[in-house]
T-cell receptor, first 114, second 115 residues
Framework: GAVVSQHPSRVICKSGTSVKIECRSL??????MFWYRQFPKQSLMLMATSNEGSKATYEQGVEKDKFLINHASLTLSTLTVTSAHPEDSSFYICSARDQGDEQFFGPGTRLTVL | AQKVTQAQTEISVVEKEDVTLDCVYE???????LFWYKQPPSGELVFLIR??????QNEISGRYSWNFQKSTSSFNFTITASQVVDSAVYFCALSENQAGTALIFGKGTTLSVSS
């Protein structure tokens, strides 16, 4: 089956720093990738839809200047949390859609901001 | 508006018991897809099933079975003869119109199976 990877799997950073999370489709091309956020003991909430070669579409309440998304190739989307604060600590999960409209999830990145 | 409701927040059972996780959805679309995912403590989502709105046949896969009823907008998941390894958070999700659109997740049900 299709594989999606995320890097890093865990990151701890100081408040005020920026963190980049990568989402890669390893064996298929993904024109669309999705970024979700999951706070402890809560559900997954869609943050944004990332389309290759165009600007990301953000969900209501998600600050696009804080969560920068770049989908520069058909196999890579990146999410940069700028000036991270403790309230940004969360589990970030991406998914990638293949040409058959199947969606595959990455293993997630656990971000802790001190 | 689209919505997925998992009314059971937590369920605890003893091994070998059968358990049903409920899922009720709301959508105005006639074409939609329903999913179940398992999330163990590691956090990685494990895909269990995808069902489109035109296929109401129930499905069985080993100890897992799913009951899709459009009349009640429900897509319930039953684990037969539960095992400790089934302990996880289970999410029901919905995508509208196309299979590849973003998923709307329910709040999840935490299943604890004790030996």
């Amino acid at each position: 089956g299709a594989v999606v990877s995320q890097h890093p799997s865990r990151v701890i950073c100081k408040s005020g720093t920026s963190v980049k999370i990568e989402c890669r489709s390893l064996d298929f091309q993904a024109t669309t990738m999705f970024w979700y956020r999951q706070f402890p003991k809560q559900s997954l909430m869609l943050m944004a839809t990332s389309n290759e070669g165009s600007k990301a579409t953000y969900e209501q309440g998600v600050e696009k200047d804080k969560f920068l998304i770049n989908h520069a190739s058909l196999t890579l989307s990146t999410l940069t949390v700028t000036s991270a604060h403790p309230e940004d600590s969360s589990f970030y999960i991406c998914s990638a859609r293949d040409q058959g409209d199947e969606q595959f999830f990455g293993p997630g990145t656990r971000l802790t901001v001190l | 508006a689209q919505k997925v409701t998992q009314a059971q927040t937590e369920i605890s059972v003893v091994e070998k018991e059968d358990v049903t996780l409920d899922c009720v959805y709301e959508t105005r679309d006639t074409t939609y897809y329903l999913f179940w995912y398992k999330q163990p403590p590691s956090g990685e989502l494990v895909f269990l099933i995808r069902r489109n709105s035109f296929d109401e046949q129930n499905e069985i896969s080993g100890r897992y079975s799913w009951n899709f009823q459009k009349s009640t907008s429900s897509f319930n998941f039953t684990i037969t003869a539960s095992q400790v390894v089934d302990s996880a958070v289970y999410f029901c999700a919905l995508s509208e119109n196309q299979a590849g659109t973003a998923l709307i997740f329910g709040k999840g049900t935490t299943l604890s199976v004790s030996s």
